[in-house]
């Protein structure tokens, strides 16, 4: 997906908050330690520095919903991560969203007060969630030994 595609699907998904724009989505590709996680009708933006890898966006067409679409880029980017810990903030009234985080071992470790601007309405909470990841993803990041074998 181009970054024009990224921000044609996100601006479809998220309808009650700023959209990110194609130039946003190019320069997060740009960086060293970001990476995309595509499905036809979704995508996830991961970000994996040291022991920690959060979850920048994930985005799926509101028409395809409900089609444990981002349940398996969710199991994709846990799985892959390469990390000790994930992490990832959500809007407070997205319930659907802290299910699934929920559902991976996701635990609420703050909030942000009145982050999220919604338009005509009131703002926000972003709720602040952590899951820890198994030894073994940690142990086979780049620059450590494998504990294995």
Same mark, same amino acid.
């Given at each position: 997906?181009?970054?024009?595609?990224?921000?044609?699907?996100?601006?479809?998904?998220?309808?009650?908050?700023?959209?990110?724009?194609?130039?946003?989505?190019?320069?997060?590709?740009?960086?060293?330690?970001?990476?995309?996680?595509?499905?036809?009708?979704?995508?996830?933006?991961?970000?994996?520095?040291?022991?920690?890898?959060? $979850?920048? !966006?994930? *985005?799926?067409? /509101?028409?395809?919903?409900?089609?444990?679409? +981002?349940?398996?880029?969710? %199991?994709?980017?846990?799985?892959?991560?390469?990390?000790?810990?994930?992490?990832?903030?959500?809007?407070?009234?997205?319930?659907?969203?802290?299910?699934?985080?929920?559902?991976?071992?996701?635990?609420?470790?703050?909030?942000?007060?009145?982050?999220?601007?919604?338009?005509?309405?009131?703002?926000?909470?972003?709720? $602040?969630? !952590?899951? *820890?990841?198994? /030894?073994?993803?940690?142990?086979?990041?780049? +620059?450590?030994?494998?504990? %294995?074998?």
């Amino acid at each position: 997906m181009t970054p024009e595609d990224l921000a044609a699907l996100h601006r479809l998904a998220f309808t009650s908050e700023r959209p990110w724009s194609a130039a946003e989505f190019a320069s997060l590709l740009a960086e060293e330690h970001v990476r995309p996680l595509h499905h036809t009708y979704g995508f996830a933006l991961i970000r994996t520095v040291a022991d920690e890898s959060e $979850l920048l !966006t994930l *985005a799926v067409h /509101p028409a395809h919903r409900r089609q444990h679409i +981002g349940d398996t880029l969710v %199991t994709e980017w846990l799985q892959s991560a390469k990390a000790a810990q994930a992490f990832l903030e959500v809007a407070a009234d997205n319930r659907a969203a802290q299910t699934l985080y929920s559902k991976h071992g996701f635990v609420e470790t703050g909030r942000r007060k009145a982050y999220y601007r919604r338009a005509g309405a009131a703002s926000v909470d972003a709720v $602040l969630m !952590t899951a *820890a990841l198994p /030894p073994r993803q940690a142990a086979e990041s780049p +620059g450590k030994p494998s504990k %294995t074998g």
